[in-house]
């Protein structure tokens, strides 16, 4: 393989599947569809800095906030994903919370902030952080 190509693919990662008790290594088939809330200021500065960064292409974003917004069409209610943050490989596989954002750095080029965030203390810190952030980002931005 080369180098070129070996940047190209990440390694496997566990997906979450449908009995959410099996875990299977499968390779992340791009394009990586990221559900943000374009109400929230912080989650919107993120993702437009996120947009900006995808040079390849490899994200697509949907704004769950807005009107034409259809959970039907996406299978994810807006509930579930005002909750914490949520991400759908090509193949149907959902993941959420800061795996998202590790994928997402992973598909803009810097992994490196991937595989740091998964060093200890890091991961736990993070996914803490994050826990903490999700459940209060609405009184953090003025609506609750």
Known sequence: ??????????????????????????????????????????????IDLIKWLNRKKRLRFIDFSTSSYREQEHGLKTCDLGQVIHARWANGTTITGVEVFRRM?????????TRLSRFSPFDKLLIKAYAWF?????KLTGRA
């Open 105 to 113: 750095w992973e598909a803009i080029g810097l992994g490196c902030l």
């Open 1 to 46: 393989m080369s180098k070129q190509s070996s940047r190209e693919h990440s390694p496997p990662i566990p997906a979450i599947c449908p009995d959410e008790k099996t875990f299977l290594q499968v390779p992340p088939p791009y394009p990586l569809t990221v559900y943000f809330d374009g109400e929230c200021p912080i989650c919107r500065r993120e």
């Open 134 to 138: 999700a459940k209060n980002r609405l």
